[in-house]
């Protein structure tokens, strides 16, 4: 049974990232950025049924203006969890560009890459930051800088809060929990030395996979007097994301 749903759901899922590819090659150069933001959005729901995975929201997100969402790494699905929100565009590692049809399909949904071995990374990933908050755009970071297995938080890198700190835009940290037959689980966690095609493996032929998305309170809001350094930013979100997912194990 589980080759039999990994095949059906296989199947799926490769037709509907094909179908976002031609969206994006043939739609989005002639509609504007509203309707690209919807395509993302509404694209992201139909691809995370497909793939057998509900989405259970707690938690009030920030839908309108600029906003930083700072969320822990568990997955490659927690970008389309997201989306399912609010449609985001994320930082990410340059690695994923190269990903078969993933990578192609994150670059052409305006993903920032981080070339992580540049000197110059942080600036033009910042400025990217900054283009898409002036479009009243919500960004997602990673702070982590890599996956875990979601049962705990990785140190957070605070570079990355300047750009948001600089624009005044509400940041809102974000706590991403996964479970399998309704328990906390790392079977969709992709992690350590596992391959995309393992970990779709994992996630397209299990049964009960969610995940529960908490928008916590914001921890800093545009037009405040003075705002916290990017230091204690990071600290705060760090430990505002933490009281969820370590009470919750």
Not at 83 to 100: D, G
Not at 149 to 158: E, I, K, N, R, V
Not at 182 to 199: I, M, P, Y
Request: proline share 4%.
């Amino acid at each position: 049974m589980k080759l039999l749903r990994f095949t059906l759901r296989a199947g799926l899922v490769t037709f509907w990232i094909v179908c976002g590819l031609l969206l994006i090659a043939l739609a989005y150069p002639w509609i504007g950025l509203a309707g690209r933001l919807w395509i993302k959005k509404y694209w992201s729901k139909i691809l995370l049924g497909f793939c057998g995975v509900r989405v259970t929201q707690r938690g009030i997100p920030i839908l309108q203006g600029g906003v930083l969402w700072v969320v822990n790494h568990i997955s490659w699905l927690d970008i389309f969890v997201l989306n399912c929100a609010r449609a985001t565009a994320f930082v990410a590692k340059s690695e994923i560009r190269h990903w078969p049809l993933i990578g192609w399909l994150a670059a052409g949904a305006g993903t920032i890459f981080i070339e992580r071995a540049s000197r110059h990374a942080i600036h033009k990933v910042g400025l990217a930051m900054q283009t898409h908050f002036a479009r009243q755009q919500a960004v997602g970071l990673f702070p982590e800088g890599t996956t875990s297995t979601g049962f705990d938080l990785l140190p957070f890198y605070a570079n990355l809060f300047e750009p948001a700190r600089k624009a005044a835009v509400q940041i809102q940290p974000v706590a991403l929990l996964y479970f399998h037959e309704g328990r906390r689980s790392d079977l969709a966690a992709f992690v350590g030395e596992q391959t995309l095609v393992e970990s779709l493996w994992c996630v397209l032929s299990a049964t009960q996979l969610s995940i529960e998305i908490h928008f916590l309170p914001l921890i800093a809001q545009a037009n405040e007097p003075s705002l916290p350094t990017r230091a204690e930013l990071s600290r705060v979100a760090r430990q505002s994301i933490s009281e969820v997912v370590v009470q919750k194990n």
